[in-house]
């Protein structure tokens, strides 16, 4: 196995003992804030919502008489936000990392790029032992990260958020699986995306007050049309509380009229927010404000970008994005500039089949990864589109791939990682030859896929309802 790029088996996770929390079948139907339906009250709100309304109501019955009155519906409670699981967790577990590594002291770790050489190259991959693992969460779709914490989204509108810190440290038994923090239906069908808003704040709240919680908020989008807008720092019981409530993070903003149909993707830079959608358009919002006074807000639209479905649109920088979908089509657009401009670059049938997935390199602006359902993942430069620069094939064992993959560039963008179905190896690829470096047997079918941009950032795969972590490994140049 070690020839083979990977230097430690790969082993079926088992959930721990302690299972984790379930999520409770409502009893009456959900509210808008339960389901992400508005921006929900401020922590520990004594305001009733609907007064005004309840008051009419309540001249009406009486007029109407007894009868009436007991028919009129029992208006839902409101919901009480508090910190919740994953502010806490981020206060008592990050926030003392960072002192200790402050003060020069260290708790161990399984990665980092400071000690690796700056000549070294990527060989493949180690697992680090253990996992996360959600019950309720069947099928992932998308998954990102940010210091010590991992949030995913997928099958039934399942958003969960892990603390990672100690499965990124490498001090987990093999086959412990962590619970989530949080885990709560989100969306009203699939989650398409989330991402972590990389606000300006720095990776961990300055204070676990009532301070600064750019760092988690969270941006979500689904096959329900909806954009939303969610603080990871709050949350409340809903559904009966205690052992047997849910919990669901506060709901800051949500936009359904971006589009006429469900939502593929989403990508954040700078507060500018990227969607891409069932309705053939693509558009960008606004996020403004900080808790408790957040919003987002549409800017402008594209709809001429494709002609058919667009399944993803990935911002280059603050101004470039790309997008593409079932038309075949790979589009790079400057958002400076009015829709009515058109792309500044289109390359028609880039592949065989629909486009699904792009992904732009790290450090260089000029690389785009694109993939569909043929078996090859090509790499284009911008500055030469009439042909792809390279084509990475062998991480398929079938002539197509029917559901939708991602690859990650790895090792601070040097090589490129890839698995997808029926393949039970993850294959790796240098970014300057596009020759495979290595390919290691996984034992899993891996679904989304992420990395962070950093060299010693590691991979995450996700396989049903396990998010595993793998580690570059290095040799000499």
């Known amino acids: 196995m070690l020839s083979l790029g990977l230097s430690g088996p790969a082993i079926e996770p088992k959930p721990a003992p302690a299972a984790p929390p379930k999520r409770p079948t409502r009893k009456r139907p959900a509210t808008a804030a339960a389901e992400g339906g508005g921006a929900a009250p401020v922590r520990r709100s004594a305001r009733t919502r609907g007064t005004a ?49 402050a003060s020069g002291s260290s708790s161990g770790g399984a990665s980092g790029a400071s000690a690796i050489p700056e000549s070294a190259r990527v060989a493949g991959f180690r697992r680090l032992p253990g996992c996360l693992h959600d019950p309720a969460l ?69 204070s676990c007050g009532d301070g600064d919680t750019s760092s988690l908020l969270l941006l979500s989008a689904g096959n329900d049309g909806a954009l939303c807008l969610w603080d990871l720092g709050k949350a409340a019981e809903t559904g009966g509380g205690g052992q047997g409530g849910a919990v669901v993070p506060q709901c800051l903003a949500r936009s359904t009229d971006l589009h006429s149909g469900g939502i593929f993707s989403l990508a954040e830079h700078s507060g500018r927010v990227l969607t891409a959608s069932k309705d053939a358009s693509v558009a960008i919002s606004s996020l403004a404000g900080s808790s408790g006074t957040a919003s987002l807000a549409a800017v402008q639209r594209y709809d001429d970008l494709h002609a058919g479905v667009v399944k993803c649109a990935r911002w280059r920088d603050g101004d470039t994005f790309a997008s593409c979908g079932n038309d075949r089509r790979l589009c790079v657009a400057d958002a400076r500039q009015p829709p009515s401009a058109g792309p500044s670059l289109a390359i028609e049938g880039a592949h065989a089949t629909a486009i699904n997935c792009l992904r732009w390199h790290p450090s260089d602006s000029h690389l785009l990864l694109s993939t569909s359902h043929d078996p090859a993942i090509l790499l284009h430069d911008m500055r030469q589109p009439g042909q792809p620069l390279h084509r990475l094939l062998g991480h398929s064992p079938a002539a197509r791939i029917n559901s939708i993959y991602q690859p990650a560039f790895v090792a601070g963008g040097d090589a490129v990682a890839a698995s997808c179905e029926r393949s039970p190896q993850l294959s790796l690829y240098c970014t300057k030859t596009g020759a495979a470096i290595s390919r290691g047997s996984i034992d899993v079918a891996v679904g989304a896929t992420a990395c962070g941009g950093k060299r010693g950032a590691p991979l995450l795969c996700t396989a049903a309802r396990t998010v595993l972590l793998y580690q570059p490994t290095w040799e000499a140049a």
């Open 53 to 101: 309304a309840a008051g009419a109501g309540e001249v009406n019955a009486t007029a109407a008489g007894p009868a009436a009155a007991a028919a009129a519906p029992e208006p839902e409670p409101e919901l009480q936000y508090d910190d919740s699981s994953v502010r806490r967790y981020v206060c008592a577990v990050l926030c003392a990392a960072d002192a200790c590594a």
């Open 138 to 206: 069947a099928r992932v779709y998308s998954v990102d990260s940010r210091p010590g914490l991992v949030v995913a989204g997928g099958k039934d509108g399942i958003v969960a958020v892990w603390g990672s810190r100690e499965l990124e440290a490498g001090r987990l038994p093999t086959d412990e699986a962590v619970p989530p923090l949080l885990s709560h239906k989100l969306h009203k069908g699939w989650v398409a995306d989330v991402q972590f808003v990389r606000g300006s704040g720095g990776p961990v709240p300055s």
